[in-house]
């Protein structure tokens, strides 16, 4: 991967609030940002144009699709990946609800859209605590687990709810976990 993609990752992941394990394919999502491979290709594509633009060549007839072409593979390339929770989202080129709640708001929706953040399951693979068990007694606590499943925190819309509805803050009480 180049060095420019892993920055542009980094800031993904700051803006959008999630863990560093979180999968790359995710962040564009998550921000509503063209991924890497296919900004670089925008940009040759957009410098093709200019050179060409004056001279109404057949290139630039077929170039004047770009944006459509390059949503449609990002589309593509979204539908084929296996990348956890990728059934939430239809079309990668729409965003995600949410961008304009709180941060930390913002932050554990993506964590939970995700399925990376800080449950105990992560939590003792990252070496950061002795046991991936929940305090409901189940033995692995996962963020499914805790939106789905758990006795004690699970969310009344499940993740489908939670997801195309924004996080609800006066309902939810396990979101301080991730
Ligand atoms: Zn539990």
Redesign the pocket.
């Known amino acids: 991967m180049l060095r420019s993609d892993t920055q542009l990752h980094n800031a993904m992941r700051i803006v959008s609030g999630t863990v560093k394990s979180t999968p790359t394919e995710w962040l564009p999502v998550l921000t509503n940002i063209l991924p890497p491979p296919l900004r670089r290709k925008e940009a040759l594509l957009r410098s093709a144009i200019k050179a060409e633009k004056t001279k109404r060549s057949l290139l630039y007839q077929m170039l004047r699709n770009t944006p459509k072409y390059l949503t449609t593979e990002w589309h593509e390339n979204w539908t084929l990946t296996d990348v956890k929770n990728s059934c939430l989202v239809s079309d990668p080129n729409k965003g995600v609800e949410g961008m304009d709640l709180l941060r930390d708001v913002w932050s554990v929706l993506n964590r939970i859209r995700t399925g990376h953040g800080r449950c105990s399951s992560m939590m003792s693979k990252w070496s950061l605590k002795d046991s991936s068990a ?5 033995n692995n ?1 996962t963020v499914h ?2 939106v789905e ?5 699970r969310f009344n819309r499940g993740i489908e709810g939670i997801h195309t509805a924004g996080a609800d803050p006066d309902q939810d009480n396990g979101g301080g976990d991730f």
């Open positions: 929940c305090d409901c007694g189940y606590q687990h805790i499943e758990c006795p004690k925190r």
